[in-house]
């Protein structure tokens, strides 16, 4: 058989086209869909012995033409929507700089006309003047306050043993100075013969504030205090920094001193509230001096009543103890706290 008959006779099995090239004896290949066949014999009818892959198909020519074309115009039409918005953006750069152009030569214009006519520039007018400039004024003299000196002394201070080898020094403390001071405070300390330190103890008055040239009893405690020598006192007062201080009158009637008991004295009287607020935390101060008006005992004691309003009294007593001689006379120092 020759090769054109046996191509008439062979069909694509793939596609049933008859339109086969002979490439050897047994092999052909579809020239539509490119597929490979084989045969056993020329003459043997046309059904290939083994299949092989079809070729992939490819889409039509006319489907692919469509979709470039429409791609195309995607990208067309992209980059001229990306040409527009680069114009736009553009222009508007070039309008905000030429509005901020506009701004600063008007107000370059508007200075320099301030500048030459004496107006403000911002509302002003070429015939309102600028106003006069006026200097300081200094001051000086009395109406600068100085720092008011704040000093103190402790004066007639006398050592009170104990009978237990305690040691209390007993003194009035007074401030000297302008300023109100501060927690009255006093350092004492012993000295041997040497003026080798022996021993230190300190003590607060019971004023929280003293006034300028008023004065309260102070006493120092050191415990088992040995023998010693000599006695020096430190005073640092310090000037009232917050608050302001407070003074009541406080009136006591009939205060008498006697003999207790079982020793020492007892000191009893009415404490009586003249002023026109309540107070409250009355304290009493009393100093029992000697015929020379030297120290001899200092104790303290309270009001029974924690409150007293003002008009009222109370009645105390205090108990001294521990007296370094016969008392001839004695002093009373009074104080007292706001009740509200």
């Known amino acids: ?22 490439l050897s004896a047994g092999e052909y290949r579809c020239n539509h869909c490119k597929a490979a066949l084989h045969v056993e014999s020329e003459t043997a009818p046309a059904t290939p012995v083994r299949k092989l892959a079809p070729a992939p ?16 115009i995607g990208l067309v039409a992209g980059l001229a929507a990306l040409r527009i918005k680069g114009r736009e953006r553009r222009r508007e750069q070039l309008r905000q700089t030429m509005l901020q152009r506009d701004i600063a030569a008007k107000l370059n214009a508007r200075f320099r006309s301030g500048a030459t006519t004496g107006t403000t520039g911002f509302g002003g007018s070429a015939s309102t003047p600028l106003p006069v400039a ?17 000093r103190a002394e402790f004066i007639d201070a006398v ?28 350092e004492a300390t012993l000295w041997d013969k040497d003026h080798h330190k022996l021993a230190v103890g300190n003590g607060y008055a019971s004023l929280m504030n003293l006034l300028p040239g008023e004065e309260t ?30 003074r009541f009158t406080l009136v ?18 009415t404490i009586q509230n ?35 309003p003002a008009g009222d009294a109370s009645p105390f007593a205090i108990s001294v103890h521990q007296v370094n001689g016969t008392p001839k006379s004695f002093r009373l120092y009074t104080s007292a706290m706001a009740a509200k």
């Open 1 to 22: 058989m020759s090769a054109g008959i046996t191509m008439n006779l062979l069909r694509c099995e793939h596609c049933a086209s008859t339109d086969l090239t002979r």
């Open 57 to 72: 198909q490819t889409m039509p020519s006319t489907a692919r033409k469509v979709l470039s074309i429409v791609l195309l």
């Open 134 to 150: 006026k200097p300081a004024v200094e001051y000086g003299g009395t109406a600068v306050e100085t720092p008011k000196l704040a």
């Open 159 to 186: 050592p009170l043993p104990d009978r237990i080898g305690n040691l209390y020094v007993v003194g009035l403390y007074k401030n000297t100075g302008e300023a109100v001071l501060d927690h009255p405070r006093v």
């Open 217 to 246: 009893p102070l006493k120092i405690l050191i415990q088992r205090a040995p023998a010693y020598d000599s006695i020096t006192y430190h005073v640092a007062p310090a000037p009232l920094r917050y608050g302001s201080p407070q």
């Open 252 to 269: 006591i009637d009939s205060p008498k001193l006697e003999v207790a008991q079982f020793g020492g004295y007892r000191l009893v009287g």
């Open 274 to 308: 003249k002023d026109k607020v309540d107070v409250r935390h009355v304290r009493i101060v009393a100093l029992l001096l000697s015929a020379e008006k030297k120290i001899i005992a200092m104790q303290e004691g309270f009001a029974p009543q924690q409150v007293l």
